[in-house]
């Protein structure tokens, strides 16, 4: 079971390209890009976001590789 931090919260699958929001929550990239494209709230407050740019999250996406390692060698 993945923590629940690398599950995207609009696919509820693992994220493989984490980026984060301007309501400072992490999503599968592809996935709020194509919620940013017809809305511009936050896909898990509701609010209006002050902005539609995202940024890469590499510690996230770190995190993720190594616990998906760990796991494929277990």
Known sequence: EPPADFVCPITTE????PVMAADGHAYERTAIERWLATKSTSPLTGGELEHPYLTPNYML????????GARKAA
Not at 61 to 68: S, Y
């Open 61 to 68: 996406r770190r995190m993720i590789r190594d616990w998906d």
């Open 14 to 17: 693992v994220m493989s390209d």
